[in-house]
């Protein structure tokens, strides 16, 4: 029984380390691109580590398998995020098919400034909303 | 954050003076201090409302991790079928947080979620910038951030 378990788990995880790799050749841009190797590789080696854990049933696996799903996720996102800022800000161009950009005008490339356009008026409203509905 | 740290504190206390170093008796050990915890709790301000986060961050873990395999299966379809369905965008979503450790968090928590990366946050820290993988309903993508935002912060504050 465990070892259907852990097989379904493995089989699961390797099959989205392909989509994230397949992703990683199809896709059409940098930021597309970003989005497959993180979500699915973090996923992915979530349920490898899983399968492990659940294989081996020992409490020095079980801890270590947890330890690196939580590096995992500590660090995936924050690499994609400096990765995907830094192919941005240094000019690689989005792919043809994307709708909007509500970045590339509010960023001044000779002072090196970003601004929060009329968003941040928002701001204000958002307090009054939370004390009226305290929780 | 203080309150995790005494409740850790007190099971190795707890595994130290009972003297079996298992992965059981730490449990009990975090068991009888989170009790401990939640009776102290209304006399130290630094603990204040400990007792109640636990069981958030425990909901907010189930919510992310269903989030997560739902975005996977959604990029995980596009990547597998041969015509795009994508509308990939970047828009600009005002945030809520305004501590340098609540934007950390909201921002890797979006990075993991629903087809959306965080490129940037403005200089002001009043906007945060998201290149999301489908726009097909910019007003759903947004409501669906804020609930995602909401309960992040329900669990840090």
């Given at each position: 029984?465990?070892?259907?378990?852990?097989?379904?788990?493995?089989?699961?995880?390797?099959?989205?380390?392909?989509?994230?790799?397949?992703?990683?050749?199809?896709?059409?841009?940098?930021?597309?691109?970003?989005?497959?190797?993180?979500?699915?590789?973090?996923?992915?080696?979530?349920?490898?580590?899983?399968?492990?854990?659940?294989?081996?049933?020992?409490?020095?696996?079980?801890?270590?398998?947890?330890?690196?799903?939580?590096?995992?996720?500590?660090?995936?996102?924050?690499?994609?995020?400096?990765?995907?800022?830094?192919?941005?800000?240094?000019?690689?161009?989005?792919?043809?098919?994307?709708?909007?950009?509500?970045?590339?005008?509010?960023?001044?490339?000779?002072?090196?400034?970003?601004?929060?356009?009329?968003?941040?008026?928002?701001?204000?409203?958002?307090?009054?909303?939370?004390?009226?509905?305290?929780? | 954050?203080?309150?995790?740290?005494?409740?850790?504190?007190?099971?190795?206390?707890?595994?130290?003076?009972?003297?079996?170093?298992?992965?059981?008796?730490?449990?009990?050990?975090?068991?009888?201090?989170y009790a401990?915890?939640?009776?102290?709790?209304?006399?130290?301000?630094?603990?204040?409302?400990?007792?109640?986060?636990?069981?958030?961050?425990?909901?907010?873990?189930?919510?992310?991790?269903?989030?997560?395999?739902?975005?996977?299966?959604?990029?995980?379809?596009?990547?597998?079928?041969?015509?795009?369905?994508?509308?990939?965008?970047?828009?600009?979503?005002?945030?809520r947080a305004?501590?340098?450790?609540?934007?950390?968090?909201?921002?890797?928590?979006?990075?993991?979620?629903?087809?959306?990366?965080?490129?940037?946050?403005?200089?002001?820290?009043?906007?945060?910038?998201?290149?999301?993988?489908?726009?097909?309903d910019e007003?759903?993508?947004?409501?669906?951030?804020?609930?995602?935002?909401?309960?992040?912060?329900?669990?840090?504050?």
């Open positions: 029984m465990i070892e259907v378990l852990v097989s379904i788990l493995l089989l699961m995880g390797a099959a989205f380390m392909v989509l994230a790799s397949v992703g990683v050749l199809r896709l059409p841009d940098l930021p597309t691109r970003m989005h497959a190797t993180t979500k699915a590789s973090a996923l992915g080696a979530m349920l490898t580590m899983a399968g492990v854990a659940f294989h081996f049933g020992d409490s020095t696996v079980v801890a270590r398998a947890v330890a690196i799903v939580v590096f995992i996720f500590l660090t995936a996102p924050i690499a994609a995020h400096v990765i995907g800022r830094a192919g941005y800000f240094t000019g690689v161009k989005l792919w043809e098919g994307t709708v909007k950009d509500e970045l590339r005008e509010r960023y001044d490339v000779r002072l090196n400034r970003l601004e929060s356009g009329p968003e941040a008026d928002e701001q204000p409203a958002s307090p009054e909303h939370k004390s009226s509905n305290p929780d | 954050m203080i309150g995790l740290f005494w409740n850790l504190l007190l099971a190795l206390a707890w595994v130290t003076l009972t003297g079996s170093v298992t992965a059981m008796n730490l449990l009990a050990g975090l068991l009888f201090g401990a915890l939640m009776v102290l709790q209304n006399q130290v301000p630094v603990l204040k409302g400990y007792s109640r986060r636990i069981p958030r961050l425990t909901a907010f873990l189930v919510y992310f991790l269903k989030e997560l395999v739902k975005s996977n299966l959604k990029v995980a379809y596009d990547v597998a079928t041969p015509v795009w369905h994508m509308r990939p965008g970047v828009i600009a979503f005002p945030l305004e501590t340098d450790m609540e934007i950390l968090f909201i921002s890797s928590v979006i990075s993991l979620t629903p087809g959306t990366l965080s490129l940037d946050v403005s200089d002001d820290r009043k906007v945060l910038f998201i290149h999301a993988m489908f726009l097909h007003e759903e993508l947004r409501s669906d951030l804020r609930e995602l935002e909401r309960r992040v912060l329900k669990v840090m504050r």
